[in-house]
């Protein structure tokens, strides 16, 4: 791979000596930087800031522009009601965004808005009983692409507005759950509209009975590209195509791409002769997903793999203005950095150096902008020009400078079989050599994910509380290559455990990590990992698990998995038992525990649900292991209200530290 000496350059603010470390008051003082999008003319970028109300107990996020010399930030929206989804019209006339503020329609929830950048209020533009989820302008600036779910059966209104009659909840998907949406039933569907902003008109585009996303205009502004799951029977197969349709409603949509994985983010060259898209894995490997990056005639024909020989995920892809080549994100050994590839296919070229992690990015002709984050910066936006990363915000730098950081390093070890794993070690703050310290072994969930050089609040509080921090990316996660993430499919918690245990040895060895005060946690397959873990070893002194599970037998239909069984295990009465016990043996080998354990979870999580949770506890409490089970009222997968993100992380202190600090 063809290499650029193109190096970040990186402010110092947030490196600056501080008199104090990090405490648990600072907690919901960080602001969250994300969505940035270049104004036509390249003066101004939106973005989204999210902050917390602690007294309200809740979040909010506004929109808000920075200038691209960086001297100017304003502030745009005001709502005590999230804005979110901020879009410039390609005329440069409006910024549209979306919100649930009250607004002038009877319908209630997420609307589209409209602000005209000449002055004035934001207007309410639609007033649908279709919960809008995304919209993309037309090049024209006069219509819009619009995704909105069907609007709720009538039934569930009425529930709504006679709570002490509660309807039945009818199911007949064979997928019938999510975290965060609850369960699902078959009649509704997020569907593809087209909005004309004159009359304000919501007409729906297709009329076919399948779920679409990921919207683009041709630039001509005549059809539109879509991806869409059209498999006979679309809801136990987890795939995905590529399809052209019209603009005009009611118009047959043509299918392009054929592959028996996902295929997502149509994206047009800006000659609309070709089209660029994600290649996802096989559809037996979803949960182990790789993309790469494809590109494939509009008119049909065969797709070309841009980035076969790169071996990495990739993201975010756009043409260039003059569509010779390709920009896009890889996610490559805890780092994401942008790369280039020409159009016609060649080498890959990677434009952004450095032990940092670039999100999400936006280009027009004269602007090029990222946000952009490392272990001790929060993200903030960029503009990439030339030779380096210029700073255009620093929403979070006053507080960082009163704080003083730890210093992180990589780390890398040889598991008992021979695998070679990667890792970060944060060393607690005031770090003096020699000197031995509590280790904790925080654990990324997924399993198709990594620890990468970005800000993590969590980390950072054990870190100024005197904890030696370890993050490993054991097999199963990403960065490292196909292989490295399939690994582990069919047999969880084998090489995994082999890969963390390594991680701990090779910082015992070092002399930082102290073998006796050795702690664990972490959540989702976080969660699951740290119950493999301590089923595995009696080493670490304390535990919390957070929605995990040690019995996945019990979970065939009861979370929203069942297509990871169904493709990665087989059902029991087509698999056996085998697999299934043996990737259960935390909970069927209990006994065998003997490290006190927090348990955690949300009520409504459907991702990983409290059942696993509440089954750990039992085992542990049968078997007279120290544990405690806490439970999160009103709480999906990911921990929303502040308070409770407080709780959570208060208790982990005191869990750890009731058992490690001596």
């Not at 071996?311 to 996610?331: C, I, M, Q």
């Not at 909970?587 to 490290?595: G, V």
Request: net charge neutral.
């Amino acid at each position: 791979m063809k290499r650029a000496n193109l190096l970040l350059v990186w402010f110092p603010l947030a490196l600056l000596a501080a008199p104090r470390p990090l405490s648990l008051d600072d907690i919901h003082r960080f602001k969250d930087v994300a969505d940035p999008r270049c104004s036509p003319d390249g003066r101004w970028v939106a973005y989204t800031l999210a902050t917390t109300d602690a007294a309200a107990d809740k979040r909010d996020t506004d929109i808000w522009m920075v200038s691209i010399d960086g001297k100017e930030n304003v502030r745009v929206t005001t709502s005590p009601e999230a804005e979110t989804s901020p879009r410039w019209s390609p005329d440069g006339r409006y910024l549209a965004f979306l919100s649930s503020r009250p607004g002038t329609g009877k319908n209630k929830g997420s609307q589209i808005w409209l602000l005209d950048r000449r002055g004035g209020e934001a207007q309410q533009i639609t007033d649908s009983k279709a919960k809008i989820s995304g919209f993309e302008w037309a090049p024209d600036s006069k219509r819009m692409a619009v995704l909105a779910k069907d609007e709720e059966e009538e039934i569930q209104k009425l529930a709504e507005k006679d709570r002490e009659k509660p309807r039945p909840i009818v199911i007949d998907r064979y997928s019938f759950k999510r975290d965060g949406a609850g369960f699902l039933n078959g009649s509704k569907r997020i569907r593809l509209h087209l909005l004309d902003l004159d009359s304000r008109k919501l007409e729906l585009l297709t009329t076919t009975d399948f779920e679409e996303a990921n919207p683009a205009w041709s630039p001509d502004g005549t059809r539109l590209a879509f991806s869409s799951n059209h498999a006979p029977d679309w809801d136990r197969v987890p795939s995905s195509d590529i399809f052209i349709v019209d603009a005009k409603p009611g118009s047959t949509p043509r299918k392009l791409t054929t592959f028996t994985g996902g295929d997502t983010n149509p994206v047009w060259s800006p000659d609309g002769n070709s089209i660029a898209y994600l290649k996802g894995s096989d559809h037996g490997l979803g949960e182990y997903n790789m993309s790469q990056l494809a590109v494939i005639p509009a008119a049909g024909g065969a797709p070309r793999i841009l980035t076969a020989a790169l071996d990495r995920g990739v993201s975010r892809h756009e043409f260039t203005p003059d569509g010779k080549a390709l920009r896009f994100l890889v996610a490559d050994d805890m780092s994401v950095y942008m790369a280039q590839v020409p159009a016609a296919g060649g080498a890959v070229e990677r434009l952004t150096n450095g032990p940092r992690v670039l999100g999400a990015w936006d280009q027009s002709a004269s602007c090029r902008v990222a946000v952009i984050g490392s272990d001790n910066a929060p993200s903030e936006i960029y503009s990439l020009d030339g030779a380096g990363a210029r700073q255009l915000t620093s929403n979070n730098g006053a507080l960082l400078a009163e704080l003083a950081l730890p210093a992180t390093e990589e780390v890398r070890f040889q598991a008992k079989d021979g695998n070679v794993a990667h890792g970060l070690l944060m060393l607690p703050v005031g770090y003096e050599a020699g000197k031995k310290y509590p280790l904790l072994l925080r654990i990324h969930g997924g399993p198709n994910a990594q620890d990468q050089h970005s800000w993590q609040f969590e980390k950072q509080m054990f870190a100024a509380s005197g904890y030696a921090v370890l993050n490993v990316n054991y097999r199963g996660s990403s960065g490292r290559g196909q292989q490295y993430t399939v690994s582990i499919a069919k047999d969880w918690g084998n090489k995994e455990v082999l890969d963390l245990l390594a991680g701990v040895d090779h910082v015992v060895a070092k002399g930082i990590a102290d073998p006796a005060r050795l702690g664990v946690g972490g959540w989702s397959y976080g969660g699951i990992l740290t119950d493999y873990l301590i089923a595995t070893t009696t080493r670490f002194k304390a535990a919390t698990s957070g929605a995990g599970v040690a019995f996945p037998l019990a979970f065939y239909g009861h979370d929203q998995y069942i297509r990871q069984y169904d493709n990665e295990i087989g059902p029991p009465w087509k698999s056996g038992l085998e697999p299934w016990l043996r990737i259960s043996y935390p909970f069927l080998h209990a006994d065998r525990i003997k490290t006190p354990t927090l348990f955690l979870c949300g009520d409504k999580d459907f991702n990983v649900p409290l059942l696993g949770s509440e089954q750990m506890y039992q085992a542990l409490r049968n078997v007279g292991v120290d544990s405690q089970l806490i439970i999160y009222p009103g709480e999906n997968h990911g921990i929303a209200k502040p308070s409770f993100q407080l709780d959570r992380m208060k208790r982990y202190l005191d869990w750890y530290k009731k058992y490690l600090a001596h």
